[in-house]
T-cell receptor, first 116, second 115 residues
């Protein structure tokens, strides 16, 4: 199957700093990528849909000024958590969609963010 | 708003047993349904994808069925192995009124296969 990578896999930061997470599709071009967050023992919640070359679409309740998404190329989307606070600590997972494969989504390995 | 429910939340079985995981969804206007596996602290691995027009998909020891009209899907695992221990997530794919496609996830079933 298609491979999606994320970097970093694990990050600890101080409250008030910004953290950038990268999501890359390694062997295919992804016009659409998705960002999810997952709290312990909870399911994945969609944060935003990222389309290459255009602004991301955010889900209700997700602050677009806090979670900046950039999808500058067909293989890279980035999520920046600005002025992170402890409540932003979570597991962030990206996915990429292959439209020609019935919209099947392939997921990255996730990034564990801990804000002190 | 689509809601996806998975039952049971946790399941423990002895090695070699066949088992069924259940998934139900409230809105039958779906495009597809995917089953994923998630190991602790890891991302998701896609297991099977069923299109809304299909009834089932098979991959190795896994078989997933879909009954769109009743809002149900099952994942059947044959001859379970300890390596099958993980959380299994069901996700329903659909297009919103605005034309965007997204997955809605259930909370998962945590499977433990005892050697």
């Amino acid at each position: 199957g298609a491979v999606v990578s994320q970097h970093p896999s694990w990050v600890i930061c101080k409250s008030g700093t910004s953290v950038k997470i990268e999501c890359r599709s390694l062997d295919f071009q992804a016009t659409t990528m998705f960002w999810y967050r997952q709290f312990p023992k909870q399911s994945l919640m969609l944060m935003a849909t990222s389309n290459e070359g255009s602004k991301a679409t955010y889900e209700q309740g997700v602050e677009k000024d806090k979670f900046l998404i950039n999808h500058a190329s067909l293989t890279l989307s980035t999520l920046t958590v600005t002025s992170a606070h402890p409540e932003d600590s979570s597991f962030y997972i990206c996915s990429a969609r292959i439209p020609v494969s019935y919209n099947e989504q392939f997921f990255g390995p996730g990034t564990r963010l801990t804000v002190l | 708003k689509q809601e996806v429910t998975q039952i049971p939340a946790a399941l423990s079985v002895p090695e070699g047993e066949n088992l069924v995981l259940n998934c139900s969804f409230t809105d039958s206007a779906i495009y597809n349904l995917q089953w994923f596996r998630q190991d602790p602290g890891k991302g998701l691995t896609s297991l099977l994808l069923i299109q809304s027009s299909q009834r089932e998909q098979t991959s190795g020891r896994l078989n997933a069925s879909l009954d769109k009209s009743s809002g149900r899907s099952t994942l059947y695992i044959a001859a379970s192995q300890p390596g099958d221990s993980a959380t299994y997530l069901c996700a329903v794919g659909a297009y919103s009124g605005a034309g965007s496609y997204q997955l809605t996830f259930g909370k998962g079933t945590k499977l433990s296969v005892i050697p």
